[in-house]
């Protein structure tokens, strides 16, 4: 982890190749530079490379930033503006922030704080995240750099495509209020309060969505949804406290006290009561 590492500082400098004193409080500019850290095995951890520097005491203010995650923390950040704290290696980014992971996951947002200690990249403002097959929605984010472990906190949606072969069903939209928590390594996603998920004819509500799926091909395993479960398929709703959909087997178990209302063609309503096991 970064924060075990042991950070220290090389800074090449396109302009003479000066080192710049701190003694002096006079902001020194420069163009071109390059700060680096290193483990404690003598291994690059990190990287950051601008057109523009500005010195003022600990503080560097940096252009068009491009900066580099390797070891276990591998990815690609760039921005428009930023500073970064020479003592704590702390960075704040800021206008056209974009995280590349190596898997390819990309994240957009208008201000980023990477904290190096925590290991954590951080902020209020509304962030996008998109691959080949996922995109996401969300006002908040606290992720690791390299994306694999990533919280959503509000006003989430999720966009997922899916394998199905018929018109309109190629695509599953998934809203909650928030927190929204994403593991690639326990191939996860859980979406909390007020969670609704949508189909073509298909409609999903829920107080927690636990959603597994494969990391290769992104296509849902297995649903576990809990209390306030609510099914509707056309007219027809079927409310229960949890329903476990799994898709190997396309069966959908509902338990807790299920309950099947059914609409008749002539208006009329029929239900259903206890433990049931659809498919």
């Not at 850290?37 to 940096?62: L, P």
């Not at 898997?103 to 190096?116: A, E």
């Not at 290991?119 to 929605?137: F, G, H, R």
Request: charged content about 20%; some cysteine.
């Amino acid at each position: 982890m970064i924060k075990n590492f042991l950070f220290f500082y090389t800074l090449i400098f396109i302009t003479a190749g000066i080192i710049p004193s701190y003694a002096d409080d006079a902001p020194q500019q420069f163009e071109g530079f390059n700060l680096s850290g290193y483990t404690q095995d003598g291994e690059k951890s990190w990287d950051v490379k601008g057109d523009t520097a500005v010195f003022m005491g600990t503080m560097i203010a940096m252009t068009n930033i491009i900066a580099h995650g390797y070891g276990e923390q591998k990815m690609n950040l760039t921005a428009k503006t930023g500073t970064v704290d020479q003592a704590s290696g702390n960075m704040h980014l800021e206008k056209d922030v974009v995280i590349t992971s190596d898997t390819g996951m990309k994240m957009t947002t208008n201000s980023l704080d990477w904290q190096r200690e925590k290991d954590l990249v951080t902020t209020n403002d509304q962030v996008v995240l998109v691959d080949d097959k996922i995109s996401a929605v969300g006002t908040g984010v606290l992720a690791h750099p390299n994306l694999k472990t990533a919280q959503m906190n509000e006003d989430v949606t999720v966009k997922m495509k899916t394998d199905s072969p018929n018109p309109g069903e190629d695509t599953v939209t998934i809203t909650c209020d928030g927190p929204m928590e994403v593991d690639q390594a326990k191939q996860q996603a859980v979406f909390n309060n007020n969670v609704v998920a949508f189909q073509q004819g298909r409609q999903l509500k829920a107080d927690r969505m636990e959603l597994y799926f494969n990391q290769e091909t992104k296509q849902i395993k297995e649903l576990v949804c809990l209390g306030h479960v609510a099914i509707t398929m056309g007219a027809n709703t079927t409310y229960s406290q949890k329903a476990v959909y799994r898709s190997a087997d396309q069966k959908l178990v509902l338990s807790g006290q299920p309950k099947l209302i059914l609409v008749t063609e002539q208006g009329g309503g029929l239900a259903a009561f206890g433990d049931k096991k659809s498919r």
